[in-house]
């Protein structure tokens, strides 16, 4: 019987509160397998690690602190904005990713990412087909914004959904209480660059007409000023107050981010932030309302201390399931969610080619908008609802959650010669 070929596992992009529960399915899913997937090394700071032959040994770590993956947030091997360009344009990053492939014995690839992490698996796939050397590579789904295609939702979004929701809903409860006299406009800014589905979550707080959040500002609509300005001061005058959750992609009517900052990622993406204080100004200059305002950012992502059960169990499944599917033979595919029923929810894996998934976004569709364009309607809740449901808290101790710091403990490196990164980080 010839030795089991070596995995590769990376995480890219923007880390989630459960990305690391798809790593421990990957582990402990090869480690049951041991006669076929020798040993799983991680890339340090994703396909970088791969690049600069930075790899982890995951074998290092015990079984107790692999299961601790599932209650610890962020990225365990660090994560990259780093995107592979074609063939005909860096060929000597895909000559190095051999170069390191074949050192290390490699001939799986699992790469945990969104939609940009979806084409660079897509290219590892091809590898065999451009290059002669065939690697089995399956992209495991990712992404707070829910915007990949073919997949029901992607892991990591029911827990941003679920932490958007329980946030306006307890900040609607502290401006109700002192807008009288105090505050009575809140907005909470959340990510969602061209899809809304992050702030679409923030309307299953409110159960009753008059409840937080009272306006959502989705990407997919056009701002209107006027409209937006109308409908917080029919709030304030109604309710006493209006609570609003604004994505970071709200566009005006000549297609320009409001809170573009001028600036772009690795990857080309203008860079966003600040749009709440925006809102908050335009707010108190045309209404003369006092106003608060939060920044979720960071802290929505990384929040596993309010995890969506339903988004653990989600994110174990697409890890377990790749393993599944490449020692099955697939590769260049995306391990999918597929929704069998609402209520009760039911839910199984599936696949998708990659070639349908890279660099495709997924927005929300025009009926799960109201027709004012500020808030949800109930398809778009009998969809949202299942994906929060159930807790999955992390143990604590002295009042705080324990997370797991793996010992990340190199690899030696075999190739003898360093690597330089052509692509900008």
């Known amino acids: 019987m010839s030795k089991p070929r070596n995995a590769f596992y990376a995480q890219s992009g923007g880390v989630t509160a459960v990305i690391n529960v798809s790593a421990q399915a990957v582990i402990e899913t090869a480690r049951r397998h041991k006669d076929r997937i020798g040993t799983v090394y991680a890339g340090r700071n994703g396909i970088i690690g791969a690049l600069t032959e930075d790899l982890i040994d995951t074998a290092q770590e015990s079984d107790a602190s692999i299961a601790a993956l599932r209650h610890t947030p962020s990225g365990a091997f660090g994560s990259c904005r780093h995107k592979l360009k074609g063939f005909d344009k860096n060929l000597a990053e895909y000559e190095r990713l051999i170069e390191v492939f074949k050192a290390h014995d490699i001939g799986y690839f ?22 002669g050397y ?12 829910n915007d990949l295609p073919l997949t029901d939702c992607s892991p990591g979004f029911g827990s941003v959904a679920k932490y958007t929701a329980v946030s306006i809903r307890e900040a609607g409860y502290d401006v109700a209480s002192m807008a009288r006299t105090s505050t009575k406009v ?9 899809a809304g589905w992050t702030a679409a979550a923030g309307g299953l707080a409110a159960e009753q007409d008059g409840d937080a959040p009272q306006v959502i500002l989705f990407p997919e609509i056009v701002f209107d000023e006027a409209k937006f300005l109308t409908a917080v001061d029919r709030s304030v005058k109604t309710q006493g107050y209006c609570a609003i959750v604004a994505s970071e992609g709200l566009r005006n009517a000549d297609g320009k981010f409001l809170s573009e900052a001028g600036t772009t990622d690795a990857f080309g993406h203008a860079q966003l932030g600040g749009l709440a204080p925006q809102l908050a100004q335009l707010v108190k200059d045309r209404l003369g309302h006092k106003y608060h305002y939060a920044i979720a950012d960071y802290l929505m992502r990384a929040a596993r201390h309010v995890a969506s059960k339903t988004d653990v169990e989600h994110s174990y499944a697409v890890g377990q399931a790749a393993v599944e599917l490449a020692l099955a033979g697939r590769t260049g595919v995306m391990v999918t969610i597929e929704r069998q029923s609402d209520a009760p929810y ?10 349908q998934v890279a660099n495709v976004e997924k927005k929300m569709p025009r009926d799960y908008i ?14 949202l609802a299942p994906l929060i449901a159930g807790e999955d808290y992390p143990p604590y101790d002295n009042g705080l959650p324990r997370y797991v710091r793996l010992k990340n403990a190199p690899v030696p490196k075999k190739t003898g010669r360093e690597f330089k990164l052509t692509a900008k980080d």
């Open 110 to 131: 699992f790469y945990n990412g969104g939609g940009d992490s979806a084409d660079t698996c897509l290219k590892i796939s091809q590898l065999g087909d451009k290059l």
């Open 134 to 145: 065939p690697v089995q590579a399956i992209h495991i789904p990712k992404t707070m914004d």
């Open 186 to 194: 809140f907005i909470l800014e959340v990510m969602g660059r061209h």
């Open 346 to 355: 039911r839910w199984t894996t599936g696949t998708a080619p990659l070639e």
């Open 370 to 383: 109201s027709a004012d364009g500020f808030h949800i309607t109930a398809a778009c809740r009998r969809y």
